[in-house]
């Protein structure tokens, strides 16, 4: 791009521009079209640089337009039973998925009451270490008056 700034030279003695208002108007095309091909090297070094981020805010995008368009009658009829599919799917997954996790810690002889009596123990230590380290910070200080 040339630069285009204007001069004392492209003044008529009325103040106006001495160029015409067709080569003014070439000149304004000129710059949008050299900035938009500017632009889109821009955009096309930076999707070249990081796709990822590129296909993740291309997914945002649709997603959020598909969010704002409201659903059709046809479409809810439509996707019925796949989403009661899912659910039934995933609410199955969950079941097993808890099941088998209680199952190997009780194998394991973890089991709510003995995490609770773990942790009660782990509280009195905790308190116990603490009234200790307090203790001989002040029998620190008491002896060395």
Wanted: charged residues 30%; hydrophobic residues 40%.
């Amino acid at each position: 791009m040339t630069d285009k700034r204007t001069s004392a030279d492209d003044l008529d003695s009325t103040g106006g521009f001495t160029g015409s208002a067709r080569q003014r108007a070439i000149e304004a095309y000129d710059n949008a079209r050299g900035g938009v091909t500017q632009a889109g090297r821009k955009a096309a070094d930076t999707l070249s640089e990081a796709p990822l981020i590129a296909l993740a805010g291309g997914l945002a995008a649709g997603a959020l337009i598909a969010a704002l368009l409201p659903r059709t009658k046809t479409e809810t009829e439509a996707l019925r039973p796949t989403v009661r599919r899912v659910r039934k799917t995933a609410k199955v997954a969950a079941d097993a998925a808890r099941e088998t996790g209680t199952e190997r810690l009780e194998e394991l002889g973890l089991t709510r009451e003995k995490g609770e009596e773990t942790i009660r123990s782990l509280f009195q230590g905790v308190t116990d270490a603490a009234k200790a380290s307090g203790q001989a910070a002040f029998d620190a200080v008491k002896n060395q008056r």
